[in-house]
């Protein structure tokens, strides 16, 4: 049984960082490609970041680039989301996914993380 269990999200305020955690079990890890999605009430679950199997080559949406970072360490079967300079608009549930292809796309990814909620304050 697949699980991907987030952890990490809380409150911050505005220009804070915090670090996301989701953890994997029962799938062969390094055969995923990892990605971040997050979801805001009304609105669709949107791409945020996205690394590949080895970890060589991310992705980022252009909202978070440069302030984001994702991570995965394949023995500890884990994927990391680091967000700095935090801002409202990036205030969301967060879910981590994996799937088989480095995409953007919510359809090409199988398994998905509960969600961890990220609330960002002025």
């Known amino acids: 049984q697949v699980q991907l269990v987030e952890s990490g999200g809380g409150f911050v305020q505005a220009g804070g960082s915090l670090r996301l955690s989701c953890q994997a079990s029962?799938?062969?890890?390094?055969?995923?490609?990892m990605g971040w999605f997050r979801q805001t009430p009304g609105k669709e679950r949107e791409f945020v970041a996205g690394i590949s199997w080895g970890g060589t080559n991310t992705k980022y949406t252009d909202s978070v680039k440069a302030r984001f970072t994702i991570s995965r360490d394949n023995v500890k079967n884990t994927v990391y989301l680091q967000m700095n300079s935090l801002k409202l608009e990036d205030t969301a549930v967060y879910y981590c996914a994996a799937g088989g292809r480095f995409r953007d796309y919510v359809r090409d990814y199988d398994y998905w993380g509960q969600g961890t909620q990220v609330t960002v304050s002025s």
């Open positions: 029962g799938l062969t890890f390094s055969s995923y490609v």
